[in-house]
């Protein structure tokens, strides 16, 4: 059962056309990814779900009340530079009927209540807004581009906290350019390119629509000819790179198996296998348009 | 939703408390002046026949001081204070939430009063004790026109913040109108001494009637109609023109 539905939503802003069409529908506990380049349409649709914006044509049908079951994560928007952590999340609680325990949340979080907004990390800044996010009990959060600006180390902590977060069975419509959060968050994600839905699918399954190609780079000594006769193999090239021919073998399946029973990896050196990743997935599925 | 609005007027007052600056133009300063020129220039003590025979640091300057508290909260903190949540995205954040970003204005200008209430009254008592400043004559007439003319300046403050693209150039356009308004008022040059055409300019902008009204009320006279009209007319133009122009984002 859908709790997000969103069917030919278009939104212009005069003549500038933010998002063109777009439909989609996320399932009630899933993290819904929505991935697209700067300027794609990305937040213009998640605030439309937010009901921050009305779509100029189509429709948006949340199955959840969108100030009290709905919590949003907004890009560029902060707090007063002097409130505190505790206040700011006891202030935020305060506003809806069943609010969560917003001292546990501050320290799954890792905050600390004393702090001022204005002296926190732009990481504590984030979960913090997360944390608000959630402050509701909500159904359903929103969270646009949440790791934008961190550090490795800041991004992979809030990472942690989003998955904690899905397993209290929260419905999280996440927006983000990174696809490495993607692979790690998302069950199920639509691209957008240009205002337009370019796939809707798991990321396995994106990759495997670019291709889904693997491919192995070793050097040896030995004839690599053989090779060629396997099914799992598509092409074998060879070429001198300095300290003996280097080859590229690619193909689909169980590849790396197949090559190994012919050649035995103790005759190469150097083996390492290359797969297709969500970028190169998500370039395919959106370069064409935009580069 | 009431203990909503409580909570948020609770942490506003604390937020405006944090601020040094805020607390020092709108009741340190105002008070510290009366004070400070009171009991250090004899002439601020000593009866003056062109001011009717009492002194200037009766009526005329308490009022003055008074005036000062509010245009500082109702052109400076207030306008700014709203157009940085603007800016920085607090009232659309909140238009997520139950709570309607309108309640967070409520908060502010509730603030703003009880602000003005507080360094009036501060105005008043210790400049009673310190200087023997007369307690307001017609304290109710006092009363009445303090919040009239609050609620017009904090109506202009709104105003400003409501067509204000940025919190610089809403700093910069407040404290350019503040300047021109006290002087109006008779911060500078009492409304008694002023030219017969500069008094009759004095009498339709809102910070001479308000000073004038003070004035008045504070010697135990009745404010007089014009001034009262004229407060109210701006408080209704700004306040109208304000709820259109207002945005959230």
């Known amino acids: 059962m859908a709790i ?19 439909s989609f529908s996320v399932k009630e506990g899933e993290v819904f990814g929505i991935v697209g380049r700067n300027g794609a349409g990305k937040t213009t649709t998640v605030e439309c779900v937010a009901g921050l914006r009305t779509p100029t044509a189509g429709t948006v049908t949340v199955d959840a009340d969108l100030k009290e079951q709905v919590g949003v994560q907004l890009q560029e928007c902060s707090l007063p530079d002097k409130i505190r952590v505790g206040e700011a999340l006891a202030l935020y609680a305060s506003f809806y009927s069943r609010p969560a325990d917003w001292r546990a949340l501050a320290e799954e979080a890792g905050l600390d209540l004393r702090a001022p907004f204005g002296k926190l990390s732009g990481g504590q800044r984030q979960r913090l807004s997360v944390a608000l996010a959630l402050v509701g009990s909500p159904r359903i959060a929103i969270l646009d581009e949440l790791t934008t600006g961190l550090d490795p180390r800041a991004r992979r902590e809030t990472w942690d906290l989003i998955a904690r977060i899905r397993e209290r069975g929260v419905t999280i419509l996440l927006v983000t350019h990174f696809m490495e959060e993607v692979e790690r968050l998302c069950d199920r994600v639509a691209v957008i390119s240009r205002g337009r ?67 035995p990896p103790s005759r190469t050196r150097g083996l390492r296998m290359e797969r297709t990743t969500l970028d190169d997935a998500f370039l395919v599925l959106t370069g064409k348009e935009e580069s | 939703m009431t203990k909503a609005f409580g909570k948020l007027a609770a942490v506003e ?65 207030l306008p700014a204070g709203l157009v940085l949540y603007r800016e920085r995205g607090v009232l659309r954040r909140l238009s997520t939430t139950p709570v309607r970003p309108g309640a967070l204005l409520s908060a502010q ?52 913040a409501a067509v204000a693209p940025s919190s610089r150039v809403v700093q910069g356009v407040g404290a350019a109108l503040m300047f ?14 002023m030219p017969e055409v500069l008094r009759r300019i004095s009498d339709f902008t809102p910070t001479g009637a308000f000073g004038q009204g003070l004035m008045d009320t504070l010697g135990g006279h009745t404010p007089q109609p014009l001034h009262l009209a004229v407060l109210a007319g701006w408080a209704l133009a700004a306040g109208l023109a304000a709820a259109r122009l207002f945005r959230w984002e």
Do not use: C
Request: cysteine-free; charged content about 15%.
């Open chain 1, 4 to 22: 997000i539905t969103v069917d030919h939503l278009r939104k212009t802003y005069g003549t500038r056309v933010a998002v063109e069409d777009v």
């Open chain 2, 13 to 77: 007052a604390r937020l405006f408390l944090r601020e040094p600056m805020a607390v020092f133009f709108a009741i340190v300063l105002p008070v510290g002046l009366l004070l400070a020129l009171g009991t250090t220039i004899p002439a601020f003590r000593e009866a003056d026949p062109s001011l009717g025979g009492q002194r200037l640091v009766d009526a005329p300057f308490t009022a003055m001081m008074v005036l000062l508290s509010v245009v500082t909260l109702g052109l400076s903190v």
């Open chain 1, 197 to 263: 839905v370019r796939a809707v699918d798991t990321p396995e399954g994106l990759v495997a629509r670019a291709g889904g190609e693997q491919r192995l780079v070793f050097h040896t000594d030995d004839p690599v000819d053989d090779l060629r006769a396997l099914p799992e193999v598509a092409s074998v090239t060879v070429a001198d790179v300095g300290n003996g021919p280097e080859v590229t073998v690619t193909g689909t399946g169980e590849l790396l198996s197949a090559v190994a029973a012919v050649l």
């Open chain 2, 180 to 193: 021109p308004l006290l002087f109006l008022a008779g911060m500078w040059l009492p409304r008694p001494l």
């Open chain 2, 109 to 160: 200008l509730l603030i703003n009063v009880v602000v003005s209430v507080v360094a009036t009254t501060l105005t008043l008592v210790l400049g009673h004790l310190v200087l023997g400043v007369p307690t307001p004559g017609s304290p109710w007439a006092f009363a009445g026109v303090f919040v009239l003319g609050t609620l017009t300046v904090l109506a202009i403050g709104l105003l400003l």
